[in-house]
């Protein structure tokens, strides 16, 4: 039951963090992509993984 909430609240968290990113690429100081990307490399499930990875290696700067 403790590994339940744990993945529920990591996802919360990462998903704050996706939200908090996509209202800094909004502004240009803010490196709004480095949130995301952090957002997304902690959420629980393997498919998000899967994507970030992939969007790594398509993107020059990672």
């Not at 100081?29 to 970030?52: E, H, N, Q, T």
């Amino acid at each position: 039951m403790a590994k339940i909430s744990k993945k529920i609240g990591l996802s919360f968290i990462a998903s704050v963090i996706i939200i908090i990113g996509m209202l800094a690429l909004t502004f240009p100081l803010i490196p709004g992509f480095l949130l995301i990307f952090l957002g997304a490399s902690l959420m629980p499930s393997d498919r998000f993984k899967v994507k970030v990875r992939e969007l790594r290696e398509r993107m020059v700067i990672f």
